[in-house]
T-cell receptor, first 112, second 114 residues
């Protein structure tokens, strides 16, 4: 079936550094969403993209508009509160029934 | 403020018992979903609904039933709970009209089956 491959599975950053997370899709996707799960388990919506890029503060996400086979999440000037598990989720086109396929997450740890 | 609320937030159940997880949304969304998250894994879709009084099977529906009595409410029912159903369950809602749109999650319900 359709798959979402997320990388890296874990990442450790020092405060103030930049990094990028990536999701690859085994098929063309209609849209992608990014979430952060905090230490309490809450899932916080970061971005929803049907194409192009979106930016919110130190976070920026892009969705490959041409082939629609990958998305990236860039973190600039990482802060301690950015720690958590980041999930991407993609919606396949056609008869997918408006279902999202989740990646297995990137565990991000930001250290002083 | 738009919200998705789940109850109970935590429950311990015995094997073979019945468990009902409830979800209420004030987003005025057509779509509602139930996901399951196992430790260290992503989310897997159990059931979803795009209109009241109708539910659809997701990717892992076996052992679960769902009920959507109104646009605002969506329940997940485990008729005979099993050990393998120990997990955190998330409800979510999103806009309709054939487009998933942005997903809004509840806070999760931690279920432990003993």
């Amino acid at each position: 079936g359709d798959q979402v491959e997320q990388s890296p599975s874990a990442l450790s950053l020092h405060e103030g550094t930049d990094s990028a997370l990536r999701c690859n899709f085994t098929t063309t996707m209609r849209s992608v969403q990014w979430f952060r799960q905090n230490s309490r388990g809450s899932l916080i919506s970061l971005f929803y993209l049907a194409s192009g890029t979106k930016e919110n503060g130190r976070l920026k996400s892009a969705f490959d508009s041409k082939e629609r086979r990958y998305s990236t999440l860039h973190i600039r000037d990482a802060q301690l509160e950015d720690s958590g598990t980041y999930f991407c989720a993609a919606e396949a086109g056609g008869g997918s029934g408006n279902k999202l396929i989740f990646g297995t997450g990137t565990l991000l740890s930001v250290k002083p | 403020e738009a919200a998705v609320t789940q109850s109970p937030r935590s429950k311990v159940a015995v094997t073979g018992g019945k468990v009902t997880l409830s979800c209420h949304q004030t987003n005025n969304h057509d779509y509602m979903y139930w996901y399951r998250q196992d430790t260290g894994h992503g989310l897997r879709l159990i059931h979803y609904s795009y209109v009241a009084d109708s539910t659809e099977k997701g990717d892992i529906p076996d052992g679960y039933k769902a009920s959507r009595p109104s646009q605002e409410n969506f329940s997940l029912i485990l008729e005979l709970a099993s050990l393998s159903q120990t997990a955190v369950y998330f409800c979510a809602s999103s806009g309709g009209l054939g487009n998933t749109g942005q997903l809004y999650f509840g806070e999760g319900s931690k279920l432990t089956v003993l």
